[in-house]
């Protein structure tokens, strides 16, 4: 299904990100995730690729078996760094021919100290973009339409490209590429977005932007993301809440779900697009933020 036709019929997208796990534990716990997810019914799912390579065939697999055993839109994620044009063509292959509508069309990450212009035949995520339109077309994906394609947003910056300007130049690069819509890195802080919106709009970046919410449910796990999305704001009074909890690991999760839940109120408060769950393959936050929202379930 085009991204078109979903935020068509639903006035707010509400999205699930998962990732292709290592073990066979992890798979369980995720096929598990997935059952007590799809009766949420989902605007879509998201799949991350392995920009190491290690579960790039994983991808394809979930992907895959989630359109055919499922009733969720499966969206993959797909990097370029590393990938040969003739590479990136054969995913895309394969998933015209699986019934996949759309794809989220990202760079990934160079293993530090590689030069990113010796490997693969894309340099940006806008390379890929316009590679991603031409393959979708020449394939009749979406009746002829095409792939629909999602891109990264970074509403607190992306480490790169310090100038925030230039930044919403290359964002904008994308979208003049051909894509769709807009999921971005996690936040914490709705000032950040709502603004870092606004200047995409003045850049005339038109695209529905869907906003990216992790929710904090331990201690480590706030460690993990400040690592992970560089950058990012974690605003004091968040902190001073789940400084309050340490030691009690059921009161920092009741912590973090309200803060995110809180997040999302006011992003619906302010007519955002879209909501796109970081999940980690788990449901327990999630389905909370979802009961204490009051949005479809
Ligand atoms: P780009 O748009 O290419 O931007 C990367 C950097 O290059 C930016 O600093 C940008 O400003 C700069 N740039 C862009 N164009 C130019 C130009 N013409 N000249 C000079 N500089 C330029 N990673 C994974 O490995 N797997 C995943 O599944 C995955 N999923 C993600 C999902 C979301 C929603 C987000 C927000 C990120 C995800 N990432 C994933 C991480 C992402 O790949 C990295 O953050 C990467 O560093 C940026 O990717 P991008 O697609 O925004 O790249």
Not at 152 to 159: M, Q, T
Not at 195 to 220: E, H, N, Y
Request: net charge neutral.
């Amino acid at each position: 299904m085009h991204i078109a036709d979903i935020l068509a019929r639903d006035a707010t997208s509400l999205s699930f990100e998962f990732f292709p796990p290592k073990t066979d534990a992890g798979w369980e716990t995720l096929y598990r995730s997935i059952a007590e997810f799809e009766p949420l019914k989902p605007s879509f799912v998201s799949v991350t690729y392995g920009a190491g390579g290690s579960t790039r065939d994983n991808t394809h697999a979930l992907v895959v078996r989630l359109r055919r055993e499922t009733a969720l839109e499966p969206v993959p994620h797909l990097t370029c760094f590393g990938h040969t044009k003739d590479e990136i063509r054969a995913i895309l292959e394969l998933y015209a021919v699986n019934g996949v509508g759309g794809v989220l069309a990202l760079r990934g990450d160079p293993p530090s100290g590689a030069r990113i212009l010796a490997l693969g035949d894309f340099r940006h995520a806008a390379d890929l973009v316009g590679f991603i339109k031409l393959e979708g077309e020449r394939l009749g994906v979406n009746d002829g339409r095409g792939f629909a394609i999602g891109v990264a947003g970074f509403p607190e910056g992306h480490p790169e490209t310090p100038n925030t300007l230039v930044q919403l130049e290359h964002l904008k690069a994308k979208v003049d590429a051909g894509a769709d819509y807009i999921v971005t890195q996690l936040f914490f802080d709705n000032h950040a977005f709502h603004d870092w919106r606004a200047r995409c709009d003045l850049a005339g970046i038109k695209v529905p932007i869907i906003a990216g919410i992790m929710p904090i449910t331990t201690g480590s796990g706030l460690k993990r993301m400040a690592d992970l999305a560089a950058g990012t704001c974690f605003p004091a009074s968040l902190l001073k809440s789940i400084q309050r909890c340490r030691g009690n690991a059921e009161a920092i999760e009741n912590a973090g779900i309200h803060w995110a839940t809180e997040q999302c109120r006011d992003l619906l408060d302010n007519d955002v697009r879209g909501i796109h769950f970081y999940t980690l393959n788990k449901t327990d936050a999630t389905k909370r933020i979802y009961k204490t929202l009051g949005v479809r379930a």
